[in-house]
T-cell receptor, first 117, second 111 residues
Framework: GAVVSQHPSRVICKSGTSVKIECRSL??????MFWYRQFPKQSLMLMAT?????????EQGVEKDKFLINHASLTLSTLTVTSAHPEDSSFYIC?????????????FGPGTRLTVL | SQQGEEDPQALSIQEGENATMNCSYK?????LQWYRQNSGRGLVHLIL?????REKHSGRLRVTLDTSKKSSSLLITASRAADTASYFC???????????FGSGTRLLVRP
């Protein structure tokens, strides 16, 4: 099946710094990718839809200036957590549907665990 | 936003027993999917059931969908210790690919 990777898998940063997380589709092109956040023992909450060549679409309550999304190519979307604070510590997961015409199939990355000190 | 709730929140069973998890959702859907997540890991897609389907099987998994009640159930038969994980339902409302996840069930299968 298709593979989605994320980098880094873990990151620890100081409060106030910015952190960039990459999501790559390794063997297929993805015009759309999704970013989720998951707090411990909770479900995945959709943050935004990343669209190649256009602006991301953010879910209600998600600050677009805080969570910058750039989908610069058909295989890469980046999520930048700007001026991170301890409450931003979470597990961030991306997903990408294949462009095979089957709208049902999505592939998830392994996740990035962000810890803000 | 979350589409709905899953119950139970946590389930502990003995190896060999069956595990049933339920998912309820709020809006009309295109399909409903079940995923498994091992602790601290990514998601593994288990099974998809479309809105015009009522039941689907895959190996030891059986999924039902009742669109009139806006609910689905996942049955894992003859459970194994390796089935220990969190299980999430996710609904897709239209052709936009967007998935909305339920609250999840944490399953513990005791050897």
């Amino acid at each position: 099946g298709a593979v989605v990777s994320q980098h880094p898998s873990r990151v620890i940063c100081k409060s106030g710094t910015s952190v960039k997380i990459e999501c790559r589709s390794l063997d297929f092109q993805a015009t759309t990718m999704f970013w989720y956040r998951q707090f411990p023992k909770q479900s995945l909450m959709l943050m935004a839809t990343s669209n190649e060549g256009s602006k991301a679409t953010y879910e209600q309550g998600v600050e677009k200036d805080k969570f910058l999304i750039n989908h610069a190519s058909l295989t890469l979307s980046t999520l930048t957590v700007t001026s991170a604070h301890p409450e931003d510590s979470s597990f961030y997961i991306c997903s990408a549907p294949t462009s095979s015409g089957n709208t049902d199939t999505q592939y998830f990355g392994p996740g990035t665990r962000l810890t803000v000190l | 936003s979350q589409q709905g709730e899953e119950d139970p929140q946590a389930l502990s069973i003995q190896e060999g027993e069956n595990a049933t998890m339920n998912c309820s959702y709020k809006t009309s859907i295109n399909n409903l999917q079940w995923y498994r997540q091992n602790s601290g890991r990514g998601l593994v897609h288990l099974i998809l059931i479309r809105s015009n389907e009522r039941e689907k099987h895959s190996g030891r998994l059986r999924v039902t969908l009742d669109t009139s009640k806006k609910s689905s159930s996942l049955l894992i038969t003859a459970s194994r210790a390796a089935d220990t994980a969190s299980y999430f339902c996710a609904t897709q409302m239209d052709s936009s690919y967007k998935l909305i996840f339920g609250s999840g069930t944490r399953l513990l299968v005791r050897p």
